[in-house]
């Protein structure tokens, strides 16, 4: 068991290891361990693994092994993938939105959670029942930078991980917001490089984002 403010007790420590936590979405599992060294070399520690591949599991336990790097399972929709997530190894969680239903079983597995929000309701709904680290989710398409400043300013007791559209162009705007801890992009992971094994390419962009200040 964990409960909401533990749960996001850990988010908050996940979120400041570095800037970005990449948003992997991998096909083929014999990727999964050089990529998440490539990405932990270059300095982010954290990684996102989307359940949007047959291969996310084996992904998840792969990468679970790698020394440094801590991997959790994005796109969590219902309890199953939260057991599914957590025996193969997965040490948080992130949704793109959240249900009772599923915060209900990430609490009883000691999953902590980052649950999106993309509105005032949401994110107030969440703060609510304890949740003060949340992903906002689709960043860009919610009014991006703007909007969640917008937002933070009558809810200054949530830090959010904005995700959805972030680039390297535009991090540094979410970046110098006071309520943000840090940002999903899937960019450091281009999948024609992963699918190339060109690492050191990966590295590379890894350190590039690793290196992106804060506000």
């Not at 999964?32 to 954290?46: H, N, S």
């Amino acid at each position: 068991m964990i409960t909401p403010e533990t749960a996001s007790q850990k988010a908050e420590t996940l979120c400041r290891l570095a800037p970005i936590i990449p948003v992997l979405v991998v096909d083929d599992a014999a990727h999964a361990r050089p990529l998440a060294e490539a990405l932990v070399r270059g300095g982010l520690p954290a990684l996102e693994v989307t359940l949007r591949t047959p291969a996310a599991l084996e992904v998840i336990a792969e990468m679970a092994a790698v020394e440094g790097g801590m991997v959790g399972a994005g796109t969590l929709l219902s309890p199953a993938d939260v057991a599914a997530a957590v025996d193969a190894g997965a040490t948080f969680g992130v949704s793109p939105g959240a249900t009772d239903r599923l915060l209900d079983a990430c609490e009883e597995a000691g999953l902590p959670l980052l649950p999106g929000a993309a509105t005032a309701t949401e994110a107030m709904a969440l703060l609510e029942r304890g949740y003060t680290v949340q992903k906002f989710f689709p960043a860009e398409a919610s009014g991006g930078a703007p909007a969640l400043k917008a937002i933070g300013a009558p809810l200054p007791q949530i830090r959010f991980c904005p995700t959805g559209g972030v680039s390297m162009k535009n991090a540094g705007d979410y970046l110098s917001l006071g309520n943000v801890l840090c940002c999903g992009g899937s960019w450091v992971a281009p999948k024609d490089k992963v699918t190339a094994g060109d690492w050191e390419s990966i590295t590379a962009l890894a350190a590039e984002a690793a290196a992106l200040p804060r506000g």
